[in-house]
Nanobody, 125 residues
Framework: QVHLVESGGGLVQAGGSLRLSCVVS????????MAWFRQAPGKEREIVAA????????YYFGSAKGRVTINRDNAKNTVYLQMNNLKPEDTADYYC??????????????????WGQGTQVTVST
């Protein structure tokens, strides 16, 4: 079992920055792939970034690519999503997710086993 708790969401002006945190606990979580998803009102949940805990190699997806950075801190058992140059289209609930690392990076929602409760990000114009 893996437990995920997100924090760091809030209100930010367009062009600003925000750093989301996901504290991870549970057995064998360092053998997991970690990801950040987001879901805007009325839209499908989509992957933003992912990282293998073991390798630390990041992967980015969608419209936020180039404006976000995912990384993990082994000492703090935390996965971060640094978001820069935020746009109103980035407004969404952001979720931390995890699944067992099978040597690839899943991108679909159904492929992830564990989820946090989400943290809201609102980008104003």
């Amino acid at each position: 079992q893996v437990h995920l708790v997100e924090s760091g969401g809030g209100l930010v002006q367009a062009g600003g920055s925000l750093r989301l945190s996901c504290v991870v606990s549970g057995d064998m979580f360092r053998n997991y792939v970690m990801a950040w998803f987001r879901q805007a009102p009325g839209k499908e949940r989509e992957i933003v970034a992912a990282v293998s805990w073991s390798s630390g190699v990041p992967y980015y997806f969608g419209s936020a690519k180039g404006r976000v950075t995912i990384n993990r801190d082994n000492a703090k058992n935390t996965v971060y999503l640094q978001m820069n140059n935020l746009k109103p289209e980035d407004t969404a609930d952001y979720y931390c997710a995890a699944r067992r690392d099978l040597g690839r990076v899943p991108t679909a929602r159904y492929e992830y086993e564990y989820w946090g409760q989400g943290t809201q990000v609102t980008v104003s114009t």
